[in-house]
């Protein structure tokens, strides 16, 4: 296959490629199990034009291959997960089988970050839709990409527990302390997959992330805490290889992941500098067991959904009270619209919110 065929096939390709991955975005956001049917509705048929356009990928010459299998597994994960919410639409799956499906998701995006060095439209793609437009962030991105920056996974593989997946952005210098996000998965998650939720709003607006792994199938919510430690380890070693901006570090995480941030983020021990617990359980005795001197004035921003369907909305406006009760600098948002789900278009704000 010529160049030229090549560069039609990517032509022809990126486009239901990013759809669909917008698309399973739409869906992975929205979700409401009640409503799934209605979801999917919206969403239509992305899948419909991509299928045949992964097909010609066996045509494609091997001096394309660079090129040729980051885009092949990005499309038969999207096309994955459209199967299996296919499979659960059509009555033949069960709900839970949706979020196995979405897994892919993240997945799919793995593999297409490494292209953004090479493809303006997968560039574009991993950019805050409100900020494509920015002349100063196109020039930011266009300089030379640093050595250390980029993502980077430490024994962090889909089938290990306790290491960290890391983003740092392409523009990264050492000239500057860079504000860091550690942002913790949900139950059962995994922080290889954790870390896309955030890649875009880092990549579009300066700042480091981390996506640690639980050392057990959720955080240490009961038991003995065998997590903050590592969390601590994780921090201090990426301090150690990139600069930190200590004043700016931002401790966040979904569903138990939310929960943990709440039971680690409020140990004196720890240096994080604003906590952000989304959609997360909450017990009184969380603020009460805390220490007073690190809970005064600490920036808190409790985020939840009004249809959380996991943990009632009643538990974040219980935790808004406990921990303003206790002395921190509470903010709260309720999301009218979200189930129990990230909503990833809290990234940028919570961002602002920190400084950045």
Known sequence: MSDEAVIDGIVALLPPLLHSLEALAYVSRYLHPPEFGELMQLVGHPDEALRPQVDQLTRWSDTAVHLRDPLRVASEHALAAFDGL????????????????????????????PLTAVLPPIATFFLDPDLRSDAVLEARLARPKHPDSGVFHHANELGERGGFSLYVPEDYTPERNWPLVMALHGGA???????????????????????????????????DDVDTPNLSRIL?????????????????????????????????????????????????????????????????????????????????????????????????????????????????????????
């Open 189 to 223: 998650g995994h922080g290889r997959l954790f870390l896309w939720s955030w890649l875009r709003d880092a990549r579009s607006r300066g700042a480091i992330v981390v996506a640690p792994t639980a050392l057990g199938r959720t955080w240490a919510l009961m038991g």
């Open 86 to 113: 296919r499979t659960v639409e059509s009555g033949r799956g069960e709900l839970l089988q949706l979020f196995g499906a979405l897994r892919h998701l993240p997945q799919a995006l793995e593999a297409l970050y």
């Open 236 to 356: 201090a070693q990426i301090a150690g290889a990139w600069h930190i901006d200590a004043s700016r570090l931002l401790l966040t995480g979904f569903s138990d992941g939310g929960t943990f941030c709440y039971l680690s983020g409020l140990d004196s021990e720890l240096p994080f500098t604003h906590l952000a617990p989304v959609s997360a359980s909450f017990h009184p005795l969380i603020a009460g067991m805390a220490d007073a001197s690190r809970m005064r004035a600490l920036p808190i921003q409790v985020v939840h959904g009004v249809h959380d369907w996991m943990f009632p909305v009643e538990l974040a406006r219980q935790a808004r009270d406990g921990l303003f009760a206790a002395g921190a600098d509470v903010s709260y948002r309720e999301i009218a619209d979200l189930s129990h789900s990230y909503p990833r278009e809290i990234n940028a704000e919570l961002l602002s919110w920190m400084g950045v």
